[in-house]
């Protein structure tokens, strides 16, 4: 079991319980890792035991990194237990968000092949990467997240906050890019018209909870894909309206499409991606890699 050192007391707590199934049906070793190095030693130590993972998005994120890194992903079979902020890559393959109740699927669920997201230099995205208003509202955000952690607002608290105050200053001022979008090779916009956003998703949801990208599914061999041509204040303010009912895809405006490979070209653009902020960026092709490892999950998910 990998648990993140930086864990609160709260979450030792909740971990807790979960620990207690697990040790009730088989021996467990937990490993706290803050550092990358941290964790090769614990992936190397592990051998072909599987890997049961503490945390959101970016603990499993990391994870899978360094599996994928070390050419050891083929083979393994990863739990989940959802202890972070957002939980959004669990929320979208019908993990329980309950620790405890994820533990029980760790005994008793079924392995099931996933996707993943593959850059052209190698690097992983587990859920989703997004570029335009929503990586603008994760940059804004971050950096509220440091404001606030200098006057002591606590780690969980600043994971829940930062993002909303982000997406709510980029919403009063919000970016465009200009980039072209191509899908197996089908060019969906270029640089001649300014897109609010262009997301792509292995996961449906983003910030805990919101679904971006509504019709992905992790497990179908396919990158769901959606570029938002809302730029206009109305426009906007109808996309994020509707982006609360999940139906903002079903708008005219808003192309929605799905392929194996994904490039993003022009901008400059930031990317987010699992909750990570990167860029300014010029180009990023993505591709799928179907059933790149297993993950256990409740037998009807």
């Given at each position: 079991?990998?648990?993140?050192?930086?864990?609160?007391?709260?979450?030792?707590?909740?971990?807790?319980?979960?620990?207690?199934?697990?040790?009730?049906?088989?021996?467990?070793?937990?490993?706290?890792?803050?550092?990358?190095?941290?964790?090769?030693?614990?992936?190397?130590?592990?051998?072909?035991?599987?890997?049961?993972?503490?945390?959101?998005?970016?603990?499993?994120?990391?994870?899978?990194?360094?599996?994928?890194?070390?050419?050891?992903?083929?083979?393994?079979?990863?739990?989940?237990?959802?202890?972070?902020?957002?939980?959004?890559?669990?929320?979208?393959?019908?993990?329980?968000?309950?620790?405890?109740?994820?533990?029980?699927?760790?005994?008793?669920?079924?392995?099931?092949?996933?996707?993943?997201?593959?850059?052209?230099?190698?690097?992983?995205?587990?859920?989703?990467?997004?570029?335009?208003?929503?990586?603008?509202?994760?940059?804004?955000?971050?950096?509220?997240?440091?404001?606030?952690?200098s006057v002591g607002v606590g780690r969980v608290n600043l994971g829940r906050v930062g993002y909303p105050i982000g997406a709510a200053l980029t919403a009063i001022d919000p970016p465009t890019v200009r980039v072209r979008v191509e899908v197996d090779g089908q060019v969906v916009c270029d640089v001649d018209e300014p897109v609010l956003m262009v997301a792509v998703g292995n996961g449906r949801s983003v910030g805990g909870?919101?679904?971006?990208?509504?019709?992905?599914?992790?497990?179908?061999?396919?990158?769901?894909?959606?570029?938002?041509?809302?730029?206009?204040?109305?426009?906007?303010?109808?996309?994020?309206?509707?982006?609360?009912?999940?139906?903002?895809?079903?708008?005219?405006?808003?192309?929605?499409?799905?392929?194996?490979?994904?490039?993003?070209?022009?901008?400059?653009?930031?990317?987010?991606?699992?909750?990570?902020?990167?860029?300014?960026?010029?180009?990023?092709?993505?591709?799928?890699?179907?059933?790149?490892?297993?993950?256990?999950?409740?037998?009807?998910?």
């Open positions: 079991m990998i648990t993140n050192a930086e864990a609160g007391t709260a979450d030792e707590e909740r971990l807790g319980a979960a620990l207690g199934v697990l040790r009730a049906h088989a021996s467990v070793e937990v490993a706290s890792t803050s550092r990358p190095g941290e964790l090769d030693g614990v992936l190397h130590r592990a051998g072909s035991r599987r890997i049961v993972v503490v945390g959101g998005d970016g603990s499993l994120h990391a994870v899978i990194a360094a599996l994928h890194r070390r050419r050891d992903l083929e083979r393994a079979v990863l739990g989940l237990i959802p202890l972070g902020t957002g939980n959004d890559f669990a929320r979208g393959t019908g993990l329980p968000l309950d620790p405890e109740e994820a533990a029980q699927v760790v005994v008793h669920g079924v392995a099931k092949p996933m996707d993943l997201v593959v850059d052209e230099v190698g690097e992983i995205v587990v859920n989703s990467v997004h570029a335009g208003a929503g990586a603008e509202a994760s940059r804004r955000g971050s950096i509220w997240k440091d404001r606030l952690g909870g919101t679904d971006l990208i509504p019709e992905a599914e992790p497990r179908d061999g396919l990158l769901d894909v959606l570029v938002s041509r809302s730029t206009g204040p109305l426009a906007r303010w109808l996309y994020g309206f509707r982006l609360g009912f999940a139906s903002h895809h079903e708008r005219d405006d808003v192309t929605y499409l799905r392929g194996e490979r994904v490039s993003v070209s022009g901008g400059p653009f930031w990317c987010s991606a699992d909750g990570e902020l990167y860029g300014p960026e010029r180009h990023r092709t993505w591709h799928v890699e179907s059933a790149a490892y297993r993950l256990m999950l409740p037998s009807g998910a």
